[in-house]
């Protein structure tokens, strides 16, 4: 019955406590939320400060950071007009509508933001940079040239835009002064990747292989995730002879990006001339399955069925062919002989006799032209050219991809640091998202609570939750305030209200609001069936506060003392529980007590040796301790138990 009525009240006050929001602490909870990369939360917070009070700039620009992070582009431009509208006078507004703009090739518009962002703010280096690059890309190379002066002129000591300056001159034609460019940015900075690149597509322009292999390879050293640097430099091993080189080059750039045409394309050839046919016939119809009327890779292709005696598959390929080039004879001989192996003489004939056919109107004069439309449709596609079937492929154009320098940090990387741990365990209403062996993190006490609190939203043990949509953030927020109606209300008995302010502070905590889930969870400090879980999950909060003060150059000491005296009071309650030892091994780590740290994860692991995680992040603190073997082995054994990006750091750490 009672349960019944916490039910009824929660459908019936899911808002009641709106009209008391505090702008402030909202704000400060979508800050929060937006150093944890939990945008679309972030996102919820700003909006119900702008309904609030839409006059404020503040919420529009951190909204439109978060959905510039969400890769909404037209979204944060919006939401920067609103906030530059209601105070044009914060350059940081500009600058990151300039980004958004750059990001949807809307250059002479990025142009106007960083010339506003300058009038306010005139000796920032990445704005004059920006809009140099801007320049570039709308191909004004005479103002860019001007501006790029500038630049180097202000700070003489700026590679990069010694780089872009070398990088205008190639588009000018002007190869000499771009080496001398180069030359000057590689040695005030011998350190940039997209400069050696550069470098290098200079020397293969030249035919020089040996460079250009030596000046990639230094590229792919400071940088190792750009695909293209490694075709380029398979580029320049296969024509050193070195086939090994290029075929492993070709493999790590189809590794990074799976859909590089490029590389799928070149090492089929390579895989042909290797012996390899079945493999290039994969390539190829990895490529055609992307690019369906690609004829010189159905045409590769069925030069490869033919030979591999697949030979209706062969038709299938030389047909298609035909079809759109009718008078291509030596398809219509390949296609005759696959016939004839068949022992389908009769269509064999009649591609014969066309053959026939074409030869004696050839010796008469009388020689059957392509049409117009074929003929405009082959100057369009220079690579169809059936005599050169064989030869490897390179871009129509190299594009140069610029790196924006700006305040925003961008998308997190594919390619895992080494550097970072995975996170600690928690309490969540959220579901576990790590998918590790399909393994469902479970604790006893908090089954307990869940039992005990039916018709409420379960509580979760996980190590990295699913990440919050959009209906899901505001499920929770509005989950938050109906809590608050209830416990306001406070007409259930107190073991009820332990619960519901258990569940609350479990809700705070999952929203982000971290001193109001400090709060509840102080206020159950000494309820002793509680006060595992209670130390457990503040101990959580005081370190995401810890982290995120830190992020915001304040002292964060305080708080990481206090979370590691929680984490202490609730393993000296339950010593055996893994989850919490893991924890502390966590807390270990990213205080620097490595040794520490390593007692810890060996005694979680003893506990729990399926916990994925510990041996992870093990790995990690054998890594720092110098234990390469050690480490290596603890990766392995984190990937085989499910966490496959193990395998990406493992392999960084072998090389």
């Known amino acids: ?310 030979l209706r598959a062969a038709i299938a390929d030389y047909t298609a062919i035909i079809n759109q080039y009718p008078n291509f004879w030596t398809g219509l001989y390949q296609r005759a002989d696959c016939y004839r192996r068949l022992g389908m003489n009769r269509q064999a004939e009649l591609d014969e006799f066309r053959i026939i056919k074409a030869q004696l109107n050839k010796h008469v004069g009388i020689q059957p032209r392509w049409t117009n439309a074929q003929r405009e449709q082959a100057r369009k596609k220079s690579e169809i050219d059936f005599d050169k079937y064989n030869q490897f492929v390179v871009a129509d154009e190299e594009i140069v991809e610029h790196e924006y320098p700006s305040t925003y940090r961008g998308k997190v990387q594919n390619i895992v640091s080494t550097d970072e741990p995975m996170p600690l365990y928690h309490l969540s209403l959220l579901d576990n998202g790590n998918n590790v062996s399909n393994r469902k993190p479970y604790d006893d006490r908090v089954e307990s609570v869940n039992r005990r609190t039916t018709g409420l939203l379960p509580i979760n043990v996980t190590c990295n939750p699913n990440a919050l949509d959009d209906e899901m953030a505001q499920e929770v927020l509005d989950y938050v305030d109906s809590l608050s109606a209830v416990i306001a209300g406070a007409t259930i008995n107190d073991k009820q209200l332990r619960l519901l302010r258990l569940n609350r502070a479990v809700a705070y905590t999952t929203a982000q609001s971290l001193d109001d889930a400090i709060t509840d969870l102080v206020a159950l400090e000494n309820e002793d069936e509680l006060k595992i879980i209670v130390y457990w999950q503040r101990s959580f909060c005081y370190f995401l506060q810890s982290q995120y003060r830190s992020s915001q150059g304040e002292d964060s000491k305080i708080r990481q003392s206090q979370s590691l005296e929680d984490m202490n009071k609730a393993i000296a309650l339950a010593p055996d529980n893994s989850y919490l030892i893991y924890n502390r091994g966590c807390l270990n780590f990213n205080r620097g007590a490595y040794k520490e740290a390593l007692d810890d994860f060996n005694k979680a692991i003893s506990l729990d040796d399926n916990l994925a995680e510990a041996y992870y992040n093990r790995a990690l603190t054998n890594h720092r301790l110098g234990h390469k073997q050690e480490a290596i082995n603890d990766f392995s054994k984190a990937g085989e138990l499910g966490l496959y990006i193990a395998y990406s750091v493992m392999k960084k750490l072998k090389h």
């Open 1 to 310: 019955m009672l349960q019944r009525l916490i039910i009824l009240l929660l459908a019936l006050c899911p808002l009641a406590t709106s009209a008391q929001y505090n702008v402030e602490r909202l704000i400060a909870n979508g800050r929060s939320a937006l150093y944890f990369e939990d945008y679309v939360l972030s996102i919820q917070y700003f909006n119900r400060v702008i309904n609030y009070k839409p006059f404020l700039h503040e919420p529009w620009f951190l909204r439109g950071i978060a959905k510039f992070y969400l890769d909404d582009f037209a979204g944060a431009e919006n939401d920067c007009t609103e906030a530059i509208n209601r105070n044009p006078y914060i350059e940081n507004m500009y600058e990151l509508r300039g980004l958004c703009r750059i990001r949807q090739e809307k250059f002479e518009e990025a142009v106007t933001d960083y010339t506003a962002a300058l009038r306010l703010t005139p000796d920032v280096r990445n704005y004059w940079f920006n809009r140099a690059l801007c320049r570039v890309s709308l191909k004004d190379y005479e103002q860019a040239q001007k501006e790029l002066d500038t630049i180097t002129s202000k700070w003489p000591d700026f590679a990069r835009a010694m780089a872009v300056k070398a990088e205008v001159f190639m588009l000018d034609k002007d190869t000499t002064s771009a080496i001398e460019w180069l030359d000057k940015a590689l040695e005030k900075d011998p350190y940039d990747a997209e400069t050696w690149t550069t470098r290098a597509q200079i020397s293969l322009s030249r035919e020089n292989w040996i460079d250009a292999e030596r000046q990639l390879s230094e590229a792919i050293r400071l940088k190792s995730n750009i695909a293209a640097s490694y075709v380029n430099r398979a580029l320049a091993r296969l024509r050193t002879n070195n086939l090994r080189g290029a075929m492993s080059d070709y493999d790590t750039a189809i590794e990074i990006e799976p859909e590089n045409f490029l590389a799928r394309y070149n090492r089929a050839l390579l895989r042909i001339q290797v012996g390899d046919d079945n493999r290039a016939i994969d390539d190829f119809s990895f490529i055609l399955s992307r690019e369906p009327a690609n004829l010189m890779a159905i045409y590769n292709r069925a030069l490869l069925y033919h030979r591999t005696g697949q």
